[in-house]
């Protein structure tokens, strides 16, 4: 988990980079695809209703033809003499009725040649009770049925117009029977506008559909309306005969705005509509588009997704490798410098990475060397002064010292004890001169043991041998060196403050080698003491005794300034059984 | 992506159909094969029903073989035979198709390599032997004769009643004994004796053949019209009944069945196969006699004919052995068949052994108890042979126009001769 937390926050660079890259992706994506398809529709539309326009023209033209065949042989029936007198005569003998019969199909051959090309049957029939027909496959209906129709009621109600009508025999119980288109145009006679027949032309529906079937596809239908809103045509079998004011109106009012396609729902989906009126048919002929169909056909948009998605998936993965790669070796850098803990100046980041990364690496290198250099000179520096202070502190021999040794030496010349005072100035002369005169820092122990024992003869000649010092040390390490008067301060420390209450007692001084350093132990077996928290010795009550500046307090700064923190001074104490301080500096080779 | 699949599949698939097709598919695309019979016929009611009651016959004892029946316009028949045998192609042609006998000869002659001679696998001489003729060529036996076009007067009793004879005294009578009949039967009801339509001479190769006599000579291409004295006194008839006012027109088959359902008009001489349209009218039930056609008073005429009928071809496509057995162990030699055939469609065949059958016994009420089926099998043994050639139709409409003018004043020797020239011309 924590590793986990770690990862992302060392990479959270790259994650947020990435999300805005996948969140950018996908949007331009969805907007592009969107933008593609919708406009493509448009297109699609645009193209499809003028084609389809161009498709209703034909498909006119195609009916026109039929058409102009109709009115011409309607036309030459209702103008000819022999169907007017076969439609108004009464029956006559065996021979004129033979005779009319006869005329009227050489009439009729001669002029339905233009309907030859047409699956038509023609029927007419007359006032005076006579018909005629030339085929009744296409609408088998019999004479006495036709004179009832319907479509005859409608033909006589307008006689002046040729009408397209819509006729299911079935409907009328006439078993193997199609639908089947019927023309029909009243007979009238000119100068006394008296109705004398009606011609019909049938034609299966399903032939009728031929004049535009090559145009239709699955969603793609045509629909032949009448004016009153019922289909008389259409590849739609179901459409078939269905009277619908609500395409009637769609089909007007396409024709009154001018507009080149509707979009409606058409019979319970949503459809591209193209209408057309054709005044000479008095018929509408609708061009209806299932919108989802055509447009399904002619822009696949589940390629066009799957396509989008894949590319989208390309991207991703390229964006992520390269955002990946680029972020890496920063996140690496910028993992490096955070575990880098705060003084350690001298750590290098490695430069790896892209360009920029390297650049910075190395930058930040060089700012560390720098830091670091700056740091050690002024950590050398300060070194230098304090080193420099301690010296000065340790050249200042206490006057106080002087003064009562000097009067010690007054007492024993005065008493009488001449070789007494010798031993003491001897004492004293090369105490001070090592403390003064030897300018190197350091000496070797048996120098620093010879001033201790000066040091502490002066003490004894002084004060009396209640308190003994013994010397513990180790033969080899007498070469090694030590900083001057290093544990004078000690020794000191335990005479004038290690024996109050005990009246006597002793002092071991310990030098032996511990490992790689050099251990030196003053150990005094008087009163002991409280130590605070620190270890730290109580301050001393009073400069008199003390020999140097250094008091104990600066052995412990001094070693740990010349040596390191490794090194320095340790006191153990307790009430009543002494102290015992132990100072532990590298072994130096003299 | 979808469509990505849908090209792989086809792809895949056709290398399957390369792979393992090749040989086996290349029957399948002609018209028949072997394991199946396609057969073309018109008219649902009658010669489809009929054929699939020898389907079900056939199958019951040869259950493998699949016999499709296809219904089609006569006119298409003809038109795609046509199409089909000129082009010398079998492809997409049935294994057995009706032809009309009138126009038998015209197919046999035009394509004659492309039918199967069948004569093995019946016995011609069954049949009744004016049928043979037409489906035959130079005495190979093409066709099997189906349906008889036999043909019989039909007439209303008793409109017959009122006028004062009996369905016995239209027994073997002339046509001009008809004429007469008629006109006392118009004097007496105001019915109508017969219908015609002016453009089809139905009733003239009826008269025709019942004398021995065509349009055509025995060769079958020859117009045999001037100096054809049965033609000639069957323009006389034809005249005289108009003249006699006892004649109504009609323009087509609908006003034809309804001037008789009707009740306008008392006589029909017309093939047997109008029975069906006769006892529509159930109401006339009763009031019906079928008697033998009247012959032609001044030649060697009987009184039988024929109009109509029609006989089954098989073609010489892949299943031409099959198809033969098939109309051979049907139509050629089931008796039980044929009574089938008269019970369900009142179809009657040239079968002549299935006339002792006792469907053809049955007495039919509508027509007061009469025997029909048995007489018109009776007559049909007497319809004289005669090679109805291959020109039936188009001399027949030269004919018609002919025929007008013969009525307006021309005569009729001069009618005919002009015929003749004119189909001398347009046949040859």
């Known amino acids: ?590 | 992506m979808k469509k990505w699949i849908a090209v792989l599949l086809v792809s895949m698939m056709a290398i399957t159909a390369c792979s393992s097709g090749g040989n086996n598919n290349e029957g399948a695309a002609e018209g028949g094969s072997a394991d199946k019979l396609v057969v073309w016929a018109w008219d649902a009611n009658f010669n489809v029903k009929a054929m699939n009651l020898a389907k079900e016959a056939y199958q019951a004892e040869n259950s493998g073989v699949e016999i499709e029946v296809i219904e089609n316009a006569q006119n298409d028949i003809i038109q795609r035979l046509n199409t089909g045998l000129s082009s010398g192609t079998t492809r997409g042609l049935p294994n057995i198709v009706l032809i009309e006998d009138y126009r038998a000869q015209s197919f046999l002659q035009a394509y004659p390599d492309m039918f199967e001679p069948i004569g093995d696998s019946f016995q011609a001489s069954d049949f009744a032997e004016y049928k043979l003729g037409p489906t035959s060529v130079d005495g190979e036996q093409y066709g099997l004769p189906f349906d008889s076009g036999v043909a019989g007067l039909f007439v209303r009793t008793d409109y017959l009643e009122e006028a004062g004879y009996t369905a016995d005294d239209l027994q073997n009578i002339t046509w001009d004994d008809y004429i007469e009949i008629g006109t006392k039967v118009k004097e007496a009801t105001g019915k109508d004796w017969i219908t015609l339509d002016p453009n089809d001479l139905g009733i003239l190769r009826m008269m025709i053949q019942s004398a021995g006599s065509w349009y055509v000579q025995e060769d079958g291409k020859t117009a045999d019209l001037k100096d054809n004295a049965a033609l000639k006194e069957a323009f006389e008839v034809y005249k005289k009944m108009m003249d006699a006012n006892i004649v109504r027109i009609h323009s087509d088959w609908s006003q034809y069945v309804a001037n008789y359902n009707s009740g306008e008009v008392a006589s029909v001489p017309t093939g047997n196969w109008f029975t069906s349209s006769i006892t529509a009218a159930e109401d006339q039930s009763g009031k019906w006699a079928i008697v033998p056609v009247p012959r032609l008073a001044n030649n060697d005429s009987v009184n039988a004919t024929n109009l109509g009928g029609s006989s089954w071809y098989v073609l010489n496509v892949p299943g031409k052995e099959q198809a033969a057995d098939f109309l051979g162990k049907t139509f050629g030699s089931d008796v039980d068949l044929y009574q089938k055939l008269v019970e369900e469609i009142s179809a009657i065949g040239t079968y002549m052994p299935a006339a002792e059958g006792e469907a053809y016994k049955a007495p039919n009420e509508f027509f007061g108890g009469q025997n029909v089926i048995s007489d018109f099998a009776t007559w049909t043994n007497e319809i004289p042979n005669v090679n109805y050639g291959m020109n039936t139709y188009a001399i027949e409409d030269i004919l018609v126009v002919e025929m007008q003018s013969y009525l307006g004043g021309k005569s009729v020797d001069q009618a005919l001769a002009d015929a003749q020239a004119q189909a001398d011309t347009q046949i040859k």
């Not at chain 1, 009621?153 to 078993?175: S, T």
């Not at chain 1, 056909?297 to 396509?307: A, G, R, S």
């Not at chain 1, 010296?391 to 009562?404: C, G, M, T, W």
């Open chain 1, 1 to 590: 988990m924590q590793r986990m937390f770690d990862r992302f926050k060392y990479n959270g660079l790259f994650v947020k980079m990435f999300l805005v890259m996948l969140v950018s992706i996908v949007a331009v994506a969805v907007t592009v695809t969107w933008a593609t398809i919708s406009m493509s529709e448009r297109v699609f539309m645009n193209t499809f209703s003028l084609t389809n326009s161009k498709i209703i023209g034909q498909i006119e033209a195609a009916m026109d033809t039929y058409n102009y065949s109709v009115v011409l042989t309607a036309n030459g029936i209702s103008q000819s003499g022999t169907a007017r007198s076969f439609l108004t005569e009464e029956n006559g003998n065996s021979l004129e009725q033979n005779n009319s019969y006869y005329s009227m199909g050489r009439m009729f051959s001669q002029i339905s040649t233009g309907l030859e090309a047409y699956e038509v049957g023609i029927y007419i029939t007359g006032t005076n009770g006579r018909s005629y027909a030339t085929e009744r496959t296409f609408w088998p209906i019999t004479d006495s049925e036709l004179r009832q129709h319907p479509a005859t009621e409608r033909a006589i109600a307008e006689p002046r117009r040729l009408l397209y009508q819509y006729d299911d025999p079935r409907e009328a119980g006439i078993a193997d029977s199609e639908p089947a288109v019927v023309v029909t145009k009243a007979m009238m006679d000119r100068s006394s506008s008296t109705l004398y027949g009606v011609i019909y032309f049938s034609m299966l529906e399903s032939e009728f559909r031929r004049f535009y079937s090559s145009f239709t596809t699955p969603g793609n239908d045509v629909a032949i309306m009448g004016t009153d809103g019922t289909v008389i045509s259409s590849n739609r079998e179901d459409w078939l005969g269905r009277q619908d004011q609500e395409w009637l109106a769609h089909a007007v009012q396409m024709q009154e705005e001018g507009l080149p396609y509707l979009e409606a729902n058409i019979a319970g989906t949503s459809s591209i509509l193209v209408a057309n009126y054709n005044p000479s048919l008095g018929l509408y002929i609708l061009n209806i588009i299932d919108k989802d169909r055509a447009i399904g056909q002619f822009i696949d948009t589940d390629t066009i997704i799957l396509w989008v998605i894949f590319i989208v998936m390309l991207a991703l993965i390229i964006v992520f490798l390269i955002s990946r790669r680029l972020t890496r070796s920063l996140s690496l850098l910028v993992k490096q410098i955070s575990t880098i803990s705060k003084y350690e100046f001298d750590h290098h980041v490695s430069t790896t990475g892209s360009f920029e990364t390297r650049q910075l690496a190395t930058a930040f290198n060089a700012m560390m060397d720098e830091l670091q250099e700056y740091v050690s000179q002024l950590v050398h520096t300060q070194k230098q002064q304090r080193n420099a202070e301690l010296s000065a502190l340790q050249q200042q021999i206490n006057p106080h010292f002087l003064y009562n040794t000097l009067a010690s030496v007054k007492f024993m010349v005065q008493q009488g004890s001449k070789e007494k005072a010798a031993e003491i100035i001897n004492s004293l002369i090369s105490l001070l001169q090592n403390a003064i005169g030897n300018a190197s820092e350091t000496i070797p122990v048996s120098q620093e043991l010879a001033n201790l024992r000066n040091y502490v003869y002066i003490n004894h000649v002084r004060y009396g041998e209640r308190i003994k010092v013994n010397y513990f040390v180790s033969p080899d390490c007498m070469g090694y060196h030590v900083p001057k008067l290093m544990i004078q301060p000690f020794i000191e420390n335990a005479f004038f403050h290690g024996f109050s209450r005990k009246t006597e007692g002793h002092i071991y001084i310990m030098v032996s080698q511990d490992g790689e350093s050099l251990l030196c132990e003053v150990v005094d077996n008087g009163d002991g003491m409280v130590l605070d928290a620190e270890n730290h010795l109580p301050a001393p009550r009073g400069k008199r005794q003390q020999f140097t500046g250094i008091g104990v307090k600066n052995v412990h700064e001094r070693v740990r300034l010349l040596y390191g923190d490794g090194y320095g001074v340790t006191i153990t104490s307790e009430l009543g059984e002494g102290t015992k301080v132990r100072i532990r500096i590298p072994l130096i080779e003299g």
